[in-house]
């Protein structure tokens, strides 16, 4: 059972996060940015999916940062024209976390896994759920050869540590789920073991998250530019499902919703 602010979502199957972007390089007409982006969780929401995730500022590797006041302008109108949808806020900006709860946000999807002292307690005195995240650095400097003795168990202690942290804070434990962060200062060979292994998170006891869509791992292993990796998207985001990830964090939604049909159907699931 994952509690979702207001919702309540039991997982007997899994779940498709929809990412909508908030930002002028993934909408081109950039006066209309919030309207392209409302339109396009409306979309997603049509297409299957469970939760829609909303970023205001992009978090990818090489990425420059935004300043709050734009944040806030980018995401809280959106949040507050779907009503009555499941939405994840992806932010690490405590202010931003406050303000997206106020408008309706239902969880918090921050890849700094609330180690800022005023996250933690503005989610602990919420009841939004929250997405706790694994990354190794800054996203600016992430990639710049990332090194790990045992990256199963460094991300493992990591999420243990951080599942425990925002218990001890009072978050219950049907609100948390973690995430191995592919891509967030990981090697193609550290992103592929953590694939490989990721039923070891399921062992946390909390649903595992796992976000490996149109990633540059993806890119690595088929030679496909970003517009070109839903296939491998798909196959990745089955493969998780398999090896234990309870929601998957995708662009293509109705590829992953028809994709995960096949899945539930052979493993007897229902398919509603
Ligand atoms: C992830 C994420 C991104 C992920 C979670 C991208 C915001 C990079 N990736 N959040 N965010 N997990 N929880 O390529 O893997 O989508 S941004």
Redesign the pocket.
């Known amino acids: 059972m994952l509690s979702f602010g207001s919702f309540q979502f039991d997982l007997s199957r899994p779940l498709v996060?929809g990412?909508v972007?908030v930002t002028p390089d993934s909408f081109s007409d950039g006066g209309r940015l919030g309207q392209s982006a409302i339109d396009h969780a409306h979309q997603l929401i049509a297409e299957g999916a469970d939760i829609i995730?909303i970023?205001g500022e992009?978090?990818?590797p090489g990425a420059i940062p935004v300043s709050l006041e734009e944040e806030l302008s980018r995401v809280i109108p959106v949040i507050e024209a779907l009503p009555g949808v499941p939405i994840?806020i992806?932010t690490f900006k405590p202010e931003v976390m406050r303000a997206a709860i106020l408008a309706g946000a239902q969880m918090v999807?921050?890849?700094d896994a609330l180690q800022d002292p005023l996250a933690m307690q503005i989610v602990a005195a919420s009841n939004v759920a929250v997405?706790l995240?694994h990354k190794r650095g800054a996203p600016q400097t992430m990639q710049v050869q990332p090194e790990y003795a045992d990256v199963l168990a460094e991300v493992n202690m990591f999420l243990r540590d951080r599942v425990a942290a925002v218990q001890a804070a009072g978050i219950a434990q049907d609100r948390i789920?973690v995430?191995?962060?592919?891509?967030?200062g990981k090697t193609l060979a550290h992103n592929l073991a953590l694939l490989r292994e990721l039923h070891h998170f399921t062992d946390l006891g909390v649903p595992v998250?796992?976000?490996?869509?149109?990633?540059?791992m993806l890119g690595a292993l088929t030679g496909q530019d970003a517009s070109n990796r839903m296939p491998a998207s798909i196959a990745a985001a089955i493969i998780a499902v398999q090896r234990g990830a309870a929601i998957v964090?995708v662009?293509d939604v109705r590829a992953t919703v028809d994709a995960l049909k096949i899945l539930n159907a052979i493993n007897g699931g229902c398919n509603e």
Do not use: E, Q, W, Y
């Open positions: 996060m990412i972007n995730d970023g992009s978090t990818r994840s992806d999807n921050d890849i997405c995240m789920v995430d191995p962060g592919f891509g967030f998250l796992a976000g490996l869509s149109r990633k540059s964090r662009h």
